[in-house]
């Protein structure tokens, strides 16, 4: 009884994950399901005065016909004649309408199918999106990437399972329907021989399911180990270590072969096993009706034909609901990752803003990662149009206090504002959207010079005319100048095509286009050669006074001419000042401009 309850449950659960995304949908997938039984049963009906009349020649007697007599009598009523054409040409007319109502049926299945998968599609990447950044940057890359690709295919097929599934169980309820309505004794029989085949399936089942959990948490590690393997790949090329985190990546595969494969077997059981289950019971069960039952051939022909439909529904429907337990493991990781980005969605305040037009304002803030503070009780001011650097030992959370500036983390104590408005209130993104940002590794799509540049703009003379000025501000014009295709040539994967400096260019001129109000550069000259970042930064001087740039940087040269360098030490503010100031006054800066031989 328990174990009933519990696949009533797991089943209407199933169903209820369904539901919040289809709605009514899904009772019109349920009720195109019992039309097709319906038209496919009444059609069968008409075998039953076909029989007759072959065997009376060409005549009916409905008294024969038990419970089906309904169907001579409704003929009659209309005034048609029971012959032999009239028989057939309703035969074929209830098949024809089963035909399209299967047709209705399966091609709304698939338009189902497909609106539900864009729903969980648009619906995860909407939560990923409102994901604190907080709670990302702690997230496991391989789940994310293997949800938001292979999972939702298997879920996509676990769909089509599981209504197959469910379509075929109401099949099963409207065939057993007209069986016991025609022959209750012989339906009963056969029923008793489908609940039987039903434990032969079970523990099949039960092994498919676990199965399939194991293959979603093996998915997960492959795709975890193809991302780092892609990321990684010229540190692993440059020290010969390929081919050992390829043997790790084969492994893997090998896991996701190995668990696809005992899946296929547990269902190629399921598949070889169904008929031969079928024809036993039949058989079976009208050698006792008709030699220990006494039961006439006729009706239980008809009946036959009933349960022969429902118990070939019931093994579809068994195959389909292990091909959907195949693909449950994926369902209940959906479930499970949505559950996990709905938790740390980050709820937006109510205030935008148009533009940064005053300062920011940090009084007793705080920050932490888990148990460790990384911030501890910062109070700054910062003017617009002010040049600021950041600088410190690694560690010192100058990196963590610039994406709390840059709107990534909320404090977790204290206050923060921006142009007299409470962070806790802000819509961030409205602020973001005037916040350029630059790292150490600057982000390059593959696709063209302009389209890097523009983020896909129409090239409307508009847009033409500030990618220009863009490009001239970012003194990259030259470069752009040289390559065959201009601002249409490809830069390739991650600017495979690019150096260093033609990076962080491409970088700088396209926040430049976007009209920002906030420059933000972290460690964006630390990995480039000294007269590239001599370059750089004369691009950044220039902007100097045009924006709010704070800079984060572990090469001391690069920020002599900043109007404020803010020193951070264990989390904390050490000391401000400009370059000279830090020199004259402050022991650590000074040893730290001392180790640089500066």
């Known amino acids: 009884m328990n174990k009933i309850k519990k696949f009533l449950y797991n089943y209407l659960s199933n169903f209820a994950y369904f539901y919040q995304y289809l709605r009514y949908r899904v009772f019109i997938v349920v009720a195109l399901s019992i039309l097709v039984g319906l038209l496919d049963g009444f059609g069968l ?85 409102s994901v604190s950044f907080k709670s990302f940057i702690t997230a496991d890359a391989g789940q994310i ?51 039987l085949t039903n434990f032969i399936y079970k523990k099949i089942n039960d092994r498919t399911k676990e199965a399939s959990r194991t293959l979603t948490s093996d998915a997960h590690h492959f795709q975890g180990l193809i991302i780092q393997h892609v990321s990684n790949y ?77 118990l070939s529904a019931l093994l579809v429907m068994q195959t389909a609901w292990n091909y959907f337990l195949a693909a449950s493991g994926s369902i209940e990781n959906m479930i499970k990752f949505q559950q996990q980005l709905d938790t740390t969605r980050e709820t937006p305040g109510t205030a935008s803003i148009n533009g940064f037009v005053s300062k920011f304002e940090l009084k007793e803030v705080s920050l932490q990662y888990g148990d460790k503070t990384v911030l501890k009780n910062i109070n700054l001011v910062i003017n617009k149009n002010e040049t600021v650097a950041f600088v410190g030992e690694s560690g ?16 977790d104590a204290g206050s923060m504002f921006i142009d007299s408005t409470n962070r806790l209130q802000l819509n961030v993104t409205s602020f973001q959207k005037k916040v350029g940002y630059i790292t150490q590794d600057p982000v390059i799509f593959s696709d063209t010079i302009f389209n890097n540049i523009t983020l896909w703009a129409e090239p409307t003379q508009q847009n033409i005319d500030r990618y220009h000025h863009a490009i001239s501000k970012a003194s990259i014009c030259d470069f752009i100048t040289t390559q065959p295709q201009k601002e249409n040539t490809l830069l390739g994967n991650n600017g495979i095509n690019l150096s260093g400096g033609q ?9 430049l286009y976007k009209d920002i109000d906030i420059l933000i550069m972290d460690e964006a ?11 750089i930064q004369d691009n950044i001087d220039a902007l100097k006074g045009q924006y709010t740039i704070l800079i984060v940087a572990h090469r001391l040269s690069t920020i002599k001419n ?12 050490e000391q401000t000042g400009t370059y000279q100031h830090l020199v004259e006054n402050t022991s650590l800066f000074k040893r730290m401009v001392s180790l640089q031989e500066l």
Do not use: H
Request: hydrophobic share 50%; glycine share 8%.
């Open 562 to 573: 900043a109007d404020r360098i803010v020193l951070m030490s264990n989390g904390q503010i």
């Open 45 to 129: 009906t008409m075998f039953l005065p076909l029989l007759q009349m072959v065997n009376a020649e060409s005549t009916v007697n409905p008294e024969k016909l038990g419970n089906l007599r309904f169907i001579v009598d409704g003929m009659q009523a209309t005034g048609i004649s029971l012959t032999l054409t009239s028989v057939l040409i309703f035969l074929c007319v209830f098949f024809l309408l089963k035909g399209f109502a299967r047709y209705c049926c399966d091609a709304y299945a698939v338009i189902a199918q497909q609106y539900f998968i864009r729903k969980v599609r648009l619906r995860m990447l909407d939560s990923l999106n």
């Open 525 to 535: 000259t630390s990995a480039l050669d000294s007269e590239t970042e001599k370059s």
């Open 396 to 411: 010192s959370g100058k990196t963590s206090l610039v994406n709390l500036l840059a709107g990534l983390l909320p404090p």
């Open 145 to 195: 990437q293997n949800t938001m690709s292979g999972e939702v295919d298997r879920v996509s097929r676990a769909f089509l399972s599981y209504f197959k599934a469910f379509e075929q169980l109401i099949l099963v309820a409207v065939y057993m329907g007209f069986a016991f309505f025609v022959d209750v004794k012989f339906a009963v029989l056969v029923s008793i021989g489908g609940v």
């Open 234 to 310: 010229k540190y692993l090329k440059a020290t010969g270590l390929l081919n050992f985190f390829g043997e790790r990546l084969k492994k893997g595969l090998l896991n996701l072969e190995k668990g696809n494969r005992k899946i296929g077997v547990l269902g190629a059981v399921i598949s070889g096993a169904r008929e031969p289950l079928l024809i036993f019971v039949v058989a079976a069960v009208i050698l006792v009706q008709t030699k220990f039952l006494g039961s006439s051939l006729g009706p239980i022909l008809i009946s036959l034909l009933f349960f022969y439909r429902a």
């Open 503 to 511: 990076k962080q260019r491409i970088s700088i001129a396209r926040e």
